[in-house]
Protein backbone atom coordinates (compact mmCIF):
# COMPACT_ATOMS: atom_id res chain seq x y z
CA UNK A 1 0.00 0.00 0.00
CA UNK A 2 1.20 3.45 -0.98
CA UNK A 3 2.38 6.04 2.27
CA UNK A 4 0.66 8.71 -0.09
CA UNK A 5 -1.80 9.38 -2.49
CA UNK A 6 -1.49 11.88 -4.73
CA UNK A 7 -4.25 13.91 -6.12
CA UNK A 8 -4.17 16.46 -9.15
CA UNK A 9 -7.27 18.25 -10.72
CA UNK A 10 -6.55 19.07 -14.19
CA UNK A 11 -8.58 21.55 -16.15
CA UNK A 12 -7.33 22.16 -19.55
CA UNK A 13 -3.87 22.28 -18.56
CA UNK A 14 -2.16 19.69 -20.82
CA UNK A 15 1.40 20.78 -21.01
CA UNK A 16 1.52 22.26 -17.22
CA UNK A 17 -0.22 18.99 -16.18
CA UNK A 18 1.89 16.76 -18.20
CA UNK A 19 5.48 18.87 -16.46
CA UNK A 20 3.86 18.20 -13.17
CA UNK A 21 3.38 14.72 -13.55
CA UNK A 22 6.83 14.16 -14.74
CA UNK A 23 8.34 15.65 -11.62
CA UNK A 24 6.28 13.86 -9.47
CA UNK A 25 7.89 10.41 -10.92
CA UNK A 26 11.47 11.97 -11.05
CA UNK A 27 11.85 13.51 -7.89
CA UNK A 28 9.40 10.97 -6.02
CA UNK A 29 10.89 7.36 -3.95
CA UNK A 30 9.18 4.94 -6.14
CA UNK A 31 7.04 2.81 -4.49
CA UNK A 32 5.63 5.48 -1.65
CA UNK A 33 2.92 6.83 -3.67
CA UNK A 34 -0.02 6.61 -6.26
CA UNK A 35 -1.23 9.46 -8.40
CA UNK A 36 -4.64 10.17 -8.94
CA UNK A 37 -5.95 12.52 -11.51
CA UNK A 38 -9.30 14.03 -11.86
CA UNK A 39 -9.03 15.55 -15.50
CA UNK A 40 -12.40 18.42 -15.81
CA UNK A 41 -13.64 17.80 -18.78
CA UNK A 42 -10.68 19.83 -20.38
CA UNK A 43 -11.40 20.31 -23.80
CA UNK A 44 -7.60 20.50 -24.69
CA UNK A 45 -6.74 16.99 -25.16
CA UNK A 46 -5.72 16.66 -21.31
CA UNK A 47 -7.16 13.31 -20.60
CA UNK A 48 -5.65 11.56 -24.10
CA UNK A 49 -2.53 12.81 -23.35
CA UNK A 50 -2.25 12.33 -19.52
CA UNK A 51 -3.24 8.56 -20.69
CA UNK A 52 -0.80 8.10 -23.39
CA UNK A 53 2.14 9.06 -21.08
CA UNK A 54 1.65 7.90 -17.45
CA UNK A 55 -1.46 5.40 -18.25
CA UNK A 56 0.03 2.31 -16.76
CA UNK A 57 1.58 4.64 -13.63
CA UNK A 58 -1.69 6.65 -12.48
CA UNK A 59 -5.54 6.50 -11.77
CA UNK A 60 -6.81 8.66 -14.42
CA UNK A 61 -10.55 9.76 -13.89
CA UNK A 62 -12.38 11.42 -16.82
CA UNK A 63 -15.03 13.52 -15.67
CA UNK A 64 -18.08 14.70 -18.82
CA UNK A 65 -18.09 18.21 -16.52
CA UNK A 66 -16.26 20.60 -14.30
CA UNK A 67 -16.47 19.85 -11.19
CA UNK A 68 -14.32 22.89 -9.47
CA UNK A 69 -11.79 22.07 -7.42
CA UNK A 70 -13.50 20.58 -4.33
CA UNK A 71 -15.72 18.28 -5.57
CA UNK A 72 -12.73 16.45 -8.14
CA UNK A 73 -10.74 16.51 -5.04
CA UNK A 74 -13.30 14.80 -3.13
CA UNK A 75 -13.93 11.97 -6.15
CA UNK A 76 -10.35 11.55 -6.15
CA UNK A 77 -9.68 11.05 -2.45
CA UNK A 78 -12.32 8.13 -2.60
CA UNK A 79 -9.99 6.35 -4.92
CA UNK A 80 -7.22 6.90 -2.71
CA UNK A 81 -5.27 4.00 -0.33
CA UNK A 82 -2.32 6.01 1.21
CA UNK A 83 -1.94 6.84 5.04
CA UNK A 84 -1.52 10.69 3.40
CA UNK A 85 -3.31 12.60 0.62
CA UNK A 86 -1.21 15.44 -0.72
CA UNK A 87 -3.23 17.77 -3.09
CA UNK A 88 -1.32 18.60 -5.59
CA UNK A 89 -2.42 21.58 -8.41
CA UNK A 90 -1.32 20.63 -12.01
CA UNK A 91 0.78 23.95 -12.66
CA UNK A 92 3.37 23.05 -10.44
CA UNK A 93 6.66 21.20 -10.51
CA UNK A 94 8.24 19.20 -7.52
CA UNK A 95 11.74 20.25 -6.56
CA UNK A 96 14.58 18.62 -5.17
CA UNK A 97 12.02 15.40 -3.50
CA UNK A 98 9.78 17.44 -1.75
CA UNK A 99 6.91 15.35 -2.11
CA UNK A 100 9.29 12.91 0.55
CA UNK A 101 10.55 15.85 2.08
CA UNK A 102 7.31 17.21 2.89
CA UNK A 103 5.85 13.71 4.41
CA UNK A 104 9.14 13.07 6.49
CA UNK A 105 8.21 16.62 8.11
CA UNK A 106 4.60 15.20 8.45
CA UNK A 107 6.11 12.57 10.20
CA UNK A 108 8.45 14.60 12.25
CA UNK A 109 5.55 16.77 13.38
CA UNK A 110 2.22 14.41 13.68
CA UNK A 111 0.81 17.48 15.99
CA UNK A 112 -0.43 19.86 12.89
CA UNK A 113 -2.42 17.11 10.80
CA UNK A 114 -2.00 19.24 8.06
CA UNK A 115 1.43 20.23 6.44
CA UNK A 116 2.81 22.28 3.03
CA UNK A 117 6.14 23.69 1.75
CA UNK A 118 7.25 27.06 0.03
CA UNK A 119 6.44 27.81 -3.28
CA UNK A 120 8.27 29.95 -6.16
CA UNK A 121 7.88 31.00 -9.35
CA UNK A 122 9.68 29.70 -12.34
CA UNK A 123 12.57 32.37 -11.80
CA UNK A 124 13.13 30.89 -8.00
CA UNK A 125 11.60 34.22 -6.71
CA UNK A 126 9.18 33.54 -3.58
CA UNK A 127 5.47 32.50 -4.66
CA UNK A 128 4.05 33.56 -0.66
CA UNK A 129 0.46 31.85 -1.84
CA UNK A 130 1.47 28.80 -0.28
CA UNK A 131 -0.02 29.50 3.37
CA UNK A 132 -2.39 32.27 4.43
CA UNK A 133 -3.98 33.60 7.91
CA UNK A 134 -7.39 33.49 8.89
CA UNK A 135 -9.09 36.82 7.64
CA UNK A 136 -10.15 39.69 10.68
CA UNK A 137 -11.64 43.12 10.39
CA UNK A 138 -8.63 44.08 10.63
CA UNK A 139 -6.80 42.21 7.49
CA UNK A 140 -10.14 43.34 5.62
CA UNK A 141 -10.02 47.00 6.45
CA UNK A 142 -6.21 47.23 5.77
CA UNK A 143 -7.05 45.65 2.43
CA UNK A 144 -10.37 47.93 1.18
CA UNK A 145 -8.18 51.11 2.26
CA UNK A 146 -4.92 49.74 -0.14
CA UNK A 147 -2.56 49.32 2.91
CA UNK A 148 -2.21 45.39 2.46
CA UNK A 149 -1.37 46.31 -1.57
CA UNK A 150 0.95 49.67 -0.36
CA UNK A 151 2.49 47.84 1.94
CA UNK A 152 2.75 44.00 1.14
CA UNK A 153 6.15 43.49 3.14
CA UNK A 154 4.60 44.59 6.31
CA UNK A 155 3.25 42.33 9.00
CA UNK A 156 1.14 44.80 10.47
CA UNK A 157 -1.14 45.90 7.04
CA UNK A 158 -0.78 42.51 5.01
CA UNK A 159 -1.88 40.42 7.22
CA UNK A 160 -3.60 37.77 5.78
CA UNK A 161 -0.50 36.83 3.71
CA UNK A 162 1.95 37.13 6.25
CA UNK A 163 3.51 39.62 4.80
CA UNK A 164 7.48 40.42 5.63
CA UNK A 165 8.33 36.62 5.93
CA UNK A 166 9.97 35.00 3.11
CA UNK A 167 8.76 31.28 3.85
CA UNK A 168 12.02 30.35 4.74
CA UNK A 169 11.52 28.88 8.67
CA UNK A 170 9.17 26.60 9.77
CA UNK A 171 5.99 28.13 11.20
CA UNK A 172 2.54 26.78 12.46
CA UNK A 173 -0.12 29.12 9.78
CA UNK A 174 -3.51 29.42 10.12
CA UNK A 175 -3.77 28.02 6.16
CA UNK A 176 -2.52 25.70 3.85
CA UNK A 177 -2.73 26.01 0.14
CA UNK A 178 -4.45 23.77 -1.98
CA UNK A 179 -1.89 23.86 -4.21
CA UNK A 180 0.66 21.85 -1.96
CA UNK A 181 -1.14 20.58 0.57
CA UNK A 182 -0.84 17.25 3.03
CA UNK A 183 -3.31 15.97 5.24
CA UNK A 184 -3.81 12.60 6.68
CA UNK A 185 -6.42 10.40 5.29
CA UNK A 186 -8.36 9.91 8.52
CA UNK A 187 -8.15 13.27 9.09
CA UNK A 188 -9.61 14.32 5.57
CA UNK A 189 -12.36 11.58 6.05
CA UNK A 190 -13.60 13.09 9.75
CA UNK A 191 -14.08 16.37 7.69
CA UNK A 192 -16.05 15.21 5.03
CA UNK A 193 -13.91 16.39 2.47
CA UNK A 194 -13.77 19.83 0.72
CA UNK A 195 -16.88 21.90 1.53
CA UNK A 196 -18.60 21.48 -2.10
CA UNK A 197 -20.07 24.59 -1.80
CA UNK A 198 -16.46 26.19 -2.60
CA UNK A 199 -16.64 25.71 -6.24
CA UNK A 200 -13.00 27.30 -6.36
CA UNK A 201 -11.43 29.36 -3.63
CA UNK A 202 -11.67 28.89 -0.41
CA UNK A 203 -12.30 25.00 0.02
CA UNK A 204 -8.75 24.88 1.81
CA UNK A 205 -9.29 27.93 4.21
CA UNK A 206 -12.56 26.49 5.02
CA UNK A 207 -10.98 22.71 5.79
CA UNK A 208 -7.96 24.09 7.74
CA UNK A 209 -10.00 25.84 10.00
CA UNK A 210 -12.46 22.97 10.44
CA UNK A 211 -9.30 20.81 11.45
CA UNK A 212 -8.05 23.34 13.82
CA UNK A 213 -11.35 23.44 15.21
CA UNK A 214 -10.37 19.47 16.21
CA UNK A 215 -6.85 19.99 17.23
CA UNK A 216 -5.22 20.12 13.82
CA UNK A 217 -2.49 23.23 13.73
CA UNK A 218 -1.39 23.59 10.46
CA UNK A 219 2.20 24.11 9.72
CA UNK A 220 4.56 24.38 6.73
CA UNK A 221 8.11 23.92 6.16
CA UNK A 222 10.79 25.39 3.78
CA UNK A 223 12.42 21.90 2.92
CA UNK A 224 9.87 21.14 0.83
CA UNK A 225 9.79 23.27 -1.95
CA UNK A 226 7.96 23.55 -5.54
CA UNK A 227 7.33 25.55 -8.61
CA UNK A 228 4.16 27.10 -9.00
CA UNK A 229 3.32 29.01 -11.37
CA UNK A 230 0.02 30.01 -10.43
CA UNK A 231 -0.14 34.75 -9.96
CA UNK A 232 2.98 35.01 -12.06
CA UNK A 233 0.54 37.27 -14.13
CA UNK A 234 -1.15 40.79 -13.14
CA UNK A 235 -4.17 40.54 -15.12
CA UNK A 236 -7.33 41.22 -13.45
CA UNK A 237 -10.42 39.66 -14.53
CA UNK A 238 -13.63 39.83 -13.04
CA UNK A 239 -14.78 36.56 -13.41
CA UNK A 240 -12.16 35.48 -11.22
CA UNK A 241 -12.56 37.96 -8.98
CA UNK A 242 -16.10 37.57 -8.32
CA UNK A 243 -15.61 34.00 -7.87
CA UNK A 244 -12.77 34.81 -5.17
CA UNK A 245 -14.71 37.05 -2.99
CA UNK A 246 -17.92 34.94 -2.90
CA UNK A 247 -15.80 32.00 -1.38
CA UNK A 248 -14.26 34.67 0.98
CA UNK A 249 -18.22 36.04 1.55
CA UNK A 250 -19.22 32.30 2.52
CA UNK A 251 -16.15 32.12 4.58
CA UNK A 252 -17.47 34.78 6.91
CA UNK A 253 -20.48 33.54 6.97
CA UNK A 254 -19.45 29.73 8.35
CA UNK A 255 -16.63 31.06 10.43
CA UNK A 256 -17.22 33.98 11.85
CA UNK A 257 -19.84 34.94 14.97
CA UNK A 258 -23.37 36.05 13.72
CA UNK A 259 -22.54 39.56 15.62
CA UNK A 260 -19.25 40.34 13.36
CA UNK A 261 -20.68 38.17 9.98
CA UNK A 262 -22.48 41.61 8.81
CA UNK A 263 -19.09 43.93 9.01
CA UNK A 264 -17.27 41.49 7.70
CA UNK A 265 -19.35 41.18 4.41
CA UNK A 266 -19.13 45.14 4.68
CA UNK A 267 -15.61 45.83 4.40
CA UNK A 268 -15.11 42.53 2.39
CA UNK A 269 -17.48 45.10 -0.48
CA UNK A 270 -14.99 48.08 -0.07
CA UNK A 271 -12.10 45.86 -1.52
CA UNK A 272 -13.83 46.06 -5.39
CA UNK A 273 -15.19 49.47 -4.54
CA UNK A 274 -11.95 51.04 -3.82
CA UNK A 275 -9.67 49.14 -6.50
CA UNK A 276 -12.61 50.20 -9.15
CA UNK A 277 -12.45 54.08 -7.58
CA UNK A 278 -8.26 53.76 -7.89
CA UNK A 279 -7.99 52.51 -11.33
CA UNK A 280 -11.00 54.49 -12.69
CA UNK A 281 -8.27 57.45 -11.57
CA UNK A 282 -5.31 55.90 -13.11
CA UNK A 283 -7.22 55.37 -16.39
CA UNK A 284 -8.03 58.92 -16.42
CA UNK A 285 -3.96 59.73 -16.11
CA UNK A 286 -3.49 57.49 -19.09
CA UNK A 287 -1.90 54.26 -17.10
CA UNK A 288 -1.85 51.62 -19.77
CA UNK A 289 -2.97 48.67 -17.49
CA UNK A 290 -5.41 50.77 -16.35
CA UNK A 291 -8.28 50.26 -18.57
CA UNK A 292 -8.84 46.45 -18.45
CA UNK A 293 -8.73 46.65 -14.24
CA UNK A 294 -10.64 49.79 -13.96
CA UNK A 295 -13.36 47.48 -16.10
CA UNK A 296 -12.98 44.68 -14.02
CA UNK A 297 -12.85 45.93 -10.28
CA UNK A 298 -15.92 48.33 -11.55
CA UNK A 299 -17.87 45.19 -12.97
CA UNK A 300 -17.38 43.12 -9.46
CA UNK A 301 -18.68 46.02 -7.96
CA UNK A 302 -21.31 46.27 -9.84
CA UNK A 303 -22.19 42.39 -8.99
CA UNK A 304 -21.72 42.85 -5.54
CA UNK A 305 -25.52 41.50 -4.44
CA UNK A 306 -25.04 38.12 -6.22
CA UNK A 307 -21.59 37.49 -4.47
CA UNK A 308 -22.68 38.82 -1.02
CA UNK A 309 -26.06 37.20 -1.00
CA UNK A 310 -24.01 33.63 -0.96
CA UNK A 311 -25.42 31.88 2.51
CA UNK A 312 -23.53 29.35 5.06
CA UNK A 313 -25.94 26.81 4.12
Known sequence: MPRTSILIVSYNTRDLTLACLRSVFEQTIPGTFEVIVVDNASADGSADAIEQEFGRCITLIRSDENLGFARANNVAAKRASGEYLLLLNPDTVVLDR?????????????????????????????NPSSCWRRMTLWSLLSQAVGLSSLLRGSALF?????????????????????????????????????DERFFMYGE????????????????V????????????????????????????????????????????VWLLSMWPLTRALAWGAARRVGIDRAREASGSWTAVWRSRRRWRGVLAG
Open 221 to 264: TPDATIVHHDGASARVRAEKLERLLKAKTLLIRRHWSPMMQGVG
Open 98 to 126: AIDRLVAFAEANPQAGIWGGRTVFADGSL
Open 158 to 194: NPEAYGGWARDTEREVDIVTGCFLLIRRDLWKRLGGF
Open 204 to 219: EADLCLRARNLGARPM
